[in-house]
């Protein structure tokens, strides 16, 4: 499993439910997943969606946004009880086959549902990925959720020689993080200006897969959330 060139974006303010962001897939990449994950900062409880659209026609307004992302985790910390500097991350996949005819563009569109104040959203596709089912342990084989108040941010993913171990990180008050030196980071975005409630950072990096496969990051200590994921190989 290989992945591609990762993207990365971030809203503030995102008060009209939805943030989006424009990706493109080269042409030939065979056997792809296409990963979305969301950071979200100072929002109050609610759902989210994602969708993939390649239309080109749609403005991400909520209605007819393309074909919808399978939810792989999601990870809170307060969002359940409080809106103030609660934390979420939220990863979507969707296995698009091998594209031909050309780069294939599209629109990823996030529905936060008028609850955040920031929204960070990163992107990135992968090749050479099992095209099984999303929701029964073919692509995803391994999923896990971890969270603390001091660094390093760390979990443990079950994996093999072949795939790819994927991970994603989050802080509640934007201290740079960084990303151990076995692991190369895909994307990161931080916010540390405004409101302290909205303050984040963010980042994703990934690891060759073996069987237990360490995934860690350090900044200076404070609350974090972090999601990691084994991709299969085809």
Known sequence: VTSGTAASSQGTNVNTNLDSATYTIPNTSADVLLIATVAIKDAAPGTITAHWDTSGTDTCDGTNDGTPMVTLQDADA????????????HMFGLVRGTISGGDETGEVCIDV???????????????????????????????????????????????????????????????????????????????????????????????????????????TNTNWIQIGISIEEA
Not at 81 to 89: A, D, I, K, V
Not at 144 to 160: E, F, I, K, R, Y
């Open 113 to 219: 549902g008028v609850r955040s104040d920031t929204v960070a959203l990163g992107i990135d596709y992968y090749t050479g990925v099992n095209q099984g089912s999303l929701t029964d342990g073919t692509v995803i084989s391994d999923v896990v959720l971890a969270s603390g108040s001091t660094s390093p941010a760390t979990l443990d993913v079950t994996s093999q020689t072949g795939a790819l171990v994927v991970d994603v990180v989050m802080n509640d008050n934007g201290n740079a993080i960084t990303t151990d030196a076995s692991q190369t980071q895909e994307w990161t975005e931080s916010k540390t200006n405004g409101n302290t409630a909205t303050y984040f950072a963010a980042a994703q990096s990934e690891e060759a897969g073996a069987s237990t496969v360490t995934m860690s990051h350090t900044f």
């Open 78 to 89: 307060n969002s359940a009880t409080t809106t103030s500097g609660s934390m979420e991350l």
